[in-house]
């Protein structure tokens, strides 16, 4: 599937980022304060969860006061959730698994959607259809990713679960499209320097 030129301009800031920051918090303001935080450090994509309460008023606090950012909304696993974040201003959407119900909603919204998947034939369909999610990654780490790709060319994946900092070279020397990094990215005290341990670790350089 060719994804719309709208899409593809998401798509590119994913690819560009390569690093995707999936924030999970207790509330709405906590989450407010580490995207926030996050943004600020240079990680300005970044997936927010349906899983922290007041999760739509987050959404719509961190695009009014970081416009330039692209917000995802993560764990999406109903179609409600779908029209709710697209009626929030969340620029993509992703899921842990698949949702054929939000599908629909998304390609109507023309929004990017990124479709969880561990099996060959999940991720392999959720890549047809534009760029997949390999969750959790962990499962089988960047080995397994480059056994995917052998026989997926090209698929767009983006691996998340259990990925620490430290690991996201790997990764990205396996073929992923981008990287989805949970809590080790922002749980210290500093996440600014823990932003600047990524890039010393993928270089400086944006490619």
Partial sequence: ????????????????????????APDADAGRVIALRLIAAGLDVLELTATIPGWPD???A????????????????????????????????????PVPAARAIT???DVPF?????????????????????FPAHLGGPQYLKSVLSILPGA????????AV??????LDAGAFAVGVGSDVYAADDPEAKVAELRDLIGAGRS
């Fill in 1 to 24: 599937m060719t994804l719309s030129a709208a899409q593809e301009r998401i798509a590119d800031r994913i690819r560009t980022a390569r690093i995707v920051p999936v924030l999970r």
């Fill in 62 to 97: 961190v695009k009014a006061e970081a416009p330039d950012a692209v917000v995802g909304l993560g764990t999406v696993r109903t179609a409600a959730d779908a029209e709710a974040a697209l009626a929030h201003g969340a620029d993509f959407l992703v899921s842990p698994h």
């Fill in 166 to 171: 430290r690991d996201v070279a790997a990764w």
């Fill in 107 to 109: 390609a109507a919204a």
């Fill in 156 to 163: 767009r994946i983006i691996p998340t679960g259990g990925i």
């Fill in 114 to 134: 990124v479709e969880g998947g561990i099996t060959p034939a999940e991720i392999g369909a959720a890549a047809d259809r534009g760029i997949a999610k390999m």
């Fill in 58 to 60: 987050l959404v719509t």
